[in-house]
């Protein structure tokens, strides 16, 4: 009987799982909404700015993990697994500063992924020597 009642509670768990809707990604064009108050913060004594408020905390916390993302190697090869060769010096508002100005480079890019943009405005400001 436990048995039987242990199936049906994990039948259930997977059938809300396949039923959930996957939540949507930030299209690259609201997250430009969030972030170019960044990109435009004011610098003084290296420091910076930053507005206080939502949606200015959620494209610095994007950053923050797009930014640990591009660091990341792979063990075997000691490469950047994204191909983005990021300066040791970088700063997390010049990244996003890169983001901002690529994204309205491209505005046919607005309704895509966020991350996907982001990651090839990362790619293009700092892509990886070619290996000979």
Known sequence: MKTAHAS????????????????????AEEMLSSCRPIAQAKMSDGKISLPRDFDSGVCWGAFATLDFMLTTVDSQTNKPMFQVCVPLNRTRPQLIAVFVKYIEDHPSRYAEDFQLVAFSSEQEAFPCPVAK
Do not use: M
């Not at 049906?8 to 299209?27: D, G, M, N, R, Y």
């Open 8 to 27: 049906f509670i994990s039948l259930l768990i997977a059938i809300s799982f396949l039923s959930a809707k996957p939540a949507s990604a930030e299209t």
